[in-house]
């Protein structure tokens, strides 16, 4: 079965105010900057970012009373920043990270592991915020520190790995983003002490990678492995385990069977849900991929209901300007325009503006929004401009073959 651009769109995608966090009573007495750390860390791990980020902010406090070039406090600020971008609040996640960054260079030297991971978490943040070439420097600057400062096999360097490898799935480099995902694989896997969320988070980015590449036999037994690594090691409320699923449900529809991942996407959906809250931002990623199944039965009026709802979430939670919601506002302008309604056009003119605004002009998730437009054009007989948006998609995909510079 051929993957539809939504679909590709889709399977890579496999992360402002909120409400506040319901966290348990103060206990009579303040808790130990070891114990917010910690509450802080499980609440991250659940994706409960928004509780994460006030126990995160708390340590913060805590650990300023022993000194302002503390270890404690580059911890308590490291692990802020990396909530704080995961809710979209990009410029105090930079300010929050850099200033850990400060406080470990003076403690440690400039580069030392705790330096290299700190790099590696600003990388995170250029690349969500679409600083590509920014973000491709410091996960390069991160591996070598992190490489000099514990060793080439350390588990601590599949971070910037993961990083890098996003980066070059997004500038259409999949084999050498496949390639470092499965050296993250092996070097998780293999560690003293394997991680299992951070190992399913490996093979079920490999097994999304195969299944761009239409690799469904090989993607199978990784994505496989992932969910019931997941399962038996995390629980099903895990949302590590909803991940899996969700990728394994996208096996299913590649295979050409909707019937039975749409079921699977609704379960995924009321898994996180149950995890992270009705309103997190995974909630709306499983929203768009149960639309995608919806488009493949021809669902299309309930797949726009399950879009418009992502929407809502994105634009609550990371902005109104991201990836996810210029892929999320593209794929409901084809869910109205499958319904024979005009009014997709201005949900498409919308969705192209923030994806080259987010992206930018070279992208080829500009490419694959444009080549839909050009379909809605035809599809209204104005095939002048439709020929004009495709040649547009075109030169793009030209600009990302072999051959051409993509970052």
């Known amino acids: ?62 650990a300023q009373e022993f000194g302002a070039e503390d270890a404690r406090l580059a911890r308590s600020l490291r692990s802020l920043s990396s909530v704080t971008s995961r809710r979209g609040n990009y410029a105090a996640a930079w300010a929050y990270a850099e200033q850990a960054l400060g406080i470990y260079r003076h403690l440690f030297g400039p580069e030392s592991g ?23 420097q410091l996960y390069t600057q991160s591996q070598r520190h992190i490489a ?68 469904l036999d090989e993607a199978e037994p990784i994505l496989k492995r992932s969910y019931e690594t997941a399962q038996k090691r995390l629980g099903d409320n895990h949302p590590q385990t909803a991940a899996s699923l969700s990728t394994w449900s996208a096996l299913q529809l590649v295979r050409g069977h909707p019937e039975e991942a749409e079921p699977l996407y609704g379960q995924v ?25 919806l488009f493949a039965i021809k669902h299309y009026a309930h797949a726009e209901q399950q879009l418009r709802r992502a929407i809502a979430i994105y634009e609550q939670q990371t902005g109104p300007s991201s990836t996810k919601l210029a892929n999320t506002l593209v794929s409901l302008a084809v869910a109205v325009w499958k319904q024979g309604r005009r009014d997709a056009e201005p949900l498409f003119t919308r969705g192209l503006t923030l994806t080259e605004s987010t992206y930018g002009p070279d992208h080829l998730a500009l490419a694959k929004a444009l080549g839909l437009y050009a379909q809605f054009l035809r599809d209204q007989n104005r095939n002048a401009e439709a020929d004009a948006f495709a040649e547009r998609a075109e030169s ?12």
Not at 19 to 45: A, C, M, N, R
Not at 396 to 407: D, M, N, V, Y
């Open 269 to 293: 959906i009321h898994m996180v849900e149950r995890s992270s809250g009705t309103s997190h931002p995974e909630v709306a990623v499983a929203l768009t991929n149960h639309a995608e199944a």
């Open 114 to 136: 705790e330096v290299g991971m700190t790099e590696s978490m600003l990388g995170n943040i250029a690349g969500d915020h679409g600083s590509l070439g920014e973000a491709k």
């Open 148 to 215: 000099a400062a514990y060793g080439p096999q350390d588990p601590r360097l599949g971070e910037p790995m993961m990083g890098l490898a996003s980066l070059y799935l997004m500038t259409n480099r999949v084999g050498e983003a496949e390639s470092l995902v499965r050296q993250v694989v092996t070097l998780w896997a293999k560690s003293e002490s394997p991680d299992p969320s951070k190992l399913c988070l490996a093979l079920r980015h490999l097994g999304a990678l195969l299944l761009t590449q239409n690799r």
């Open 1 to 62: 079965m051929r993957i539809s651009t939504v679909m590709v769109t889709g399977i890579a995608l496999l992360l402002t105010a909120c409400p506040h966090p319901h966290v348990s009573s103060p206990p009579s007495f303040p808790p130990s900057w070891e114990t917010l750390i910690h509450k802080g860390d499980i609440e991250q791990e659940h994706w409960r970012y928004a509780e994460a980020e006030y126990y995160y902010s708390q340590a913060v406090k805590r």
């Open 396 to 407: 793009i995909r030209a600009k990302s073959t072999p051959g051409h510079p993509t970052s």
